[in-house]
Structures are given as structure tokens and as C-alpha cells.
């Protein structure tokens, strides 16, 4: 079955650690994007790929990092800068096509630091 | 800029009708709408291109008015099963670049 696995579901860490987040697709979507829930809160835009080795900052990058070295795989990593890094953080990928680029999002990871 | 959505709950007996308004300041390409239960990843409800289209989905439709930057999505006879938190998301391109309103809780009671 194709899709977006993210891991691990659940994950804490120590405040003043990096933790790297997990994302892979089996879809053969060009474009991955990263996103950050609070609670209550919609979904906001850490940083989007749209091609393998390369990648542009979203609305919130600031304390965050990713890489792009394989079309499958988007990681993302949460520095000791990110102020809050507690959240649940969704990884998405697209095709894009003439009808738009619908999202298809992993089951997500819930960070917390302590 | 993120899209504006309102309102930002709801709450309607099963059977009623409720709409959700998504807005931008920006030119749009696309308009989405996805709904996310407790805990969940967001799920893909439809997309809507610029032209002015309208689209269902079951007894979720959603038109997307392009002069006005501005899509709404209608909850038909709602069910029990409609109850989540709805978003649209916006790009103003065929992909790329992609926002998300902050969401419209809505509780269908029996």
C-alpha cells in the first residue's frame, strides 16, 4: 500500500536537545511539506520541498531544519532554537497536477519537551 | 498570509445545515477543504479550482468564488460522522506553497 509513514508516533526529549522527525512516502510525490499543530490551532508551514535538493522555509521556520536528499524521505529536525518545540508536527506530500495538488498527510508525531 | 475561516465552531443537531467560510487576501489557484478527527491526521475532502467551480462530496459541497478570493463549504443533513475540525487550505499556485485556515470545529449532536 502506498503512503506517508512518520515516526515515531510519540516522542520526547529533553529541552536543549535536537530531535530529528521522521517522514517517508512511497507515492512518488514530488512536493513534501511540514506542518505544526497547537492544540486548538490549525496547521502551519515549517518547510516545503518541491524537488529533491531543494527546499524553502514556511511561515514558522525559525529553530527548525530539514534535508532533501531522496525524493522519498523528508526529515525534519528540531533545534535547541525552536522556543516551543512541543506540538504535533504532519508531514504531507503532493503531486502536482491541472487539478491542484491535494495533500496526503502522515498519521503525524507528538512531541513533547520536558 | 494564512486564510481566514469562519466561524470558528459550530454546533448543529443532526439533520441540520451549517456553512464554512474560507477567505483570502491573496490570489488563489486552489482552494481545499480537509477534516481532522481528535487526534488524526487531516483528511482530503475536495479541491476547488479558480473558475468558480463547485464541488460535492456525499452532502459536503463547496463553491469557490474567484473574484472575491473566497470559498465556502456546506454540511447538508448533517450526520453524526461530520463532527471534526474542518480546514481549507489555499496555494496560489499548482503547487508549492500551501496554507491552512485555522479551522472550523463542528459538533453534530443526536
Wanted: some cysteine.
Amino acid at each position: 500500500d502506498g503512503g506517508i509513514t512518520q515516526s515515531p508516533k510519540y516522542l520526547f526529549r529533553k529541552e536543549g536537545q535536537n530531535v530529528t522527525l521522521s517522514c517517508e512516502q512511497n507515492l512518488n510525490h514530488d512536493a513534501m511539506y511540514w506542518y505544526r499543530q497547537d492544540p486548538g490551532q490549525g496547521l502551519r508551514l515549517i518547510y516545503y520541498s518541491q524537488i529533491v535538493n531543494d527546499f524553502q522555509k514556511g511561515d514558522i521556520a525559525e529553530g527548525y531544519s530539514v534535508s532533501r536528499e531522496k525524493k522519498e524521505s523528508f526529515p525534519l529536525t528540531v533545534t535547541s532554537a525552536q522556543k516551543n518545540p512541543t506540538a504535533f508536527y504532519l508531514c504531507a506530500s503532493s503531486i502536482a497536477t491541472s487539478r491542484g495538488n491535494e495533500q496526503f498527510f502522515g498519521p503525524g508525531t507528538r512531541l513533547t519537551v520536558l | 498570509q494564512q486564510p481566514v475561516q469562519s466561524p470558528q465552531a459550530v454546533i448543529l443537531r443532526e439533520g441540520e445545515d451549517a456553512v464554512i467560510n474560507c477567505s483570502s487576501s491573496k490570489a488563489l489557484y486552489s482552494v481545499h477543504w480537509y477534516r481532522q478527527k481528535h487526534g488524526e491526521a487531516p483528511v482530503f475532502l475536495m479541491i476547488l479550482l479558480k473558475g468558480g467551480e463547485q464541488k460535492g462530496h456525499e452532502k459536503i459541497s463547496a463553491s469557490f468564488n474567484e473574484k472575491k478570493q473566497q470559498s465556502s463549504l456546506y454540511l447538508t443533513a448533517s450526520q453524526l460522522s461530520y463532527s471534526g475540525t474542518y480546514f481549507c487550505g489555499t496555494g496560489s499556485d499548482s503547487w508549492g506553497k500551501f496554507q491552512f485556515g485555522a479551522g472550523t470545529q463542528v459538533v453534530v449532536t443526536p
